[in-house]
């Protein structure tokens, strides 16, 4: 439910504005089952379209972070999820790094059900092993939570670099 003033994305003027001042609050949408792995999703918006993440975004004025947390599943994954365990936090240095904002994440466990693969739309899939163009960040988060390991993809690389090329708000 959503709290009376709550409003919706912002003008991407005003969020490059505001965001380029203070840390923007996201929720990330961890979807995480040992048989399986985790649930990670191709960007379709800038910046870094079609970088592997996991799927996120940023509370709204006057949203409950529980709200955002359904909202963002059901637009990145198609899926009604219920928030469970908070399992901590991702800051995210390399956004800051390239000059785009400095998000901090909230990053919430998936409650059972969980989508199945075929549930799941286009660019987004379960992964048992950590992808080399997974957020850094993120990948080490999610290591440190679950045990999971980079897969044994070409190229190797230890950080990912953003491409602040064609940013613009993330404003999910």
Excluded at 3 to 24: Q, T
Excluded at 52 to 73: F, M, N, S
Excluded at 103 to 115: E, M, N, Q, S, T
Excluded at 132 to 152: C, H, I, K, T, V
Aim: hydrophobic letters at 40%; charged letters at 20%; a negative charge.
């Amino acid at each position: 439910m959503a709290v009376p003033g709550a409003r919706g994305p912002l003008p991407k003027a005003e969020f490059d504005y505001v965001f380029s001042r203070v840390p923007r609050l996201t929720v990330e949408v961890v979807v995480f089952e040992q048989a399986r792995g985790v649930v990670l999703s191709h960007r379709d918006i800038p910046p870094n379209i079609g970088a592997l993440h996991i799927p996120g975004g940023t509370v709204r004025w006057g949203e409950l972070v529980t709200d955002a947390y359904r909202r963002v599943a059901l637009d990145e994954l198609g899926v009604a999820l219920e928030p469970d365990e908070l399992l901590g936090y991702i800051e995210y240095p390399s956004h800051f790094e390239n000059d785009l904002d400095s998000p901090v994440g909230l990053a919430f466990r998936a409650r059972p059900p969980l989508p199945g693969a075929a549930e799941l739309p286009a660019g987004c899939d379960w992964y048992q092993t950590l992808p080399p163009a997974l957020y850094a960040e993120q990948r080490e988060f999610l290591a440190r939570q679950f045990g999971l390991r980079a897969g044994n993809l070409a190229p190797s690389c230890n950080s990912f670099a953003i491409d602040p090329a064609g940013t613009g708000s993330e404003n999910r």
